[in-house]
């Protein structure tokens, strides 16, 4: 079937509406990541991601908040994260404050 001349344009707007989303999504998911630097064997700094559970949580929020964006799933782990003691919460990796980023922010408030 032949599409009106417009129809291109329009999902090509599309396209580059949802590639700008996502490119913003991964600049906010980076920025809650926490990293650490390392020398590599050829005396290059780069950055290595944390391994403490943290890391994880925050990778597996934002893909079930892009699969089901009505999931409640990143509030009720919001809610028993509030639960666990400071001290529990940095064994686990969480940075100080953690919740006043906008990344959890989001999932707090909606609570």
Do not use: C
Request: net charge positive; glycine share 2%; charged share 20%.
């Amino acid at each position: 079937m032949l599409k009106p001349r417009g129809y291109f344009f329009m999902e090509l707007d599309k396209w580059a509406i949802r590639s700008l989303s996502i490119e913003y999504q991964t600049q906010k998911l980076k920025a809650v990541l926490k990293t650490y630097q390392v020398v590599d064997k050829h005396g290059k700094a780069q950055l290595q991601m944390d391994n403490h559970l943290y890391n994880y949580l925050v990778i597996i929020t934002y893909m079930m908040k892009s699969i089901q964006p009505s999931t409640s799933w990143p509030a009720r782990l919001v809610e028993h994260i509030l639960a666990l003691t400071v001290q529990q919460q940095q064994a686990m990796g969480f940075p100080v404050n953690w919740i006043e980023s906008l990344f959890w922010k989001d999932f707090s408030a909606s609570k």
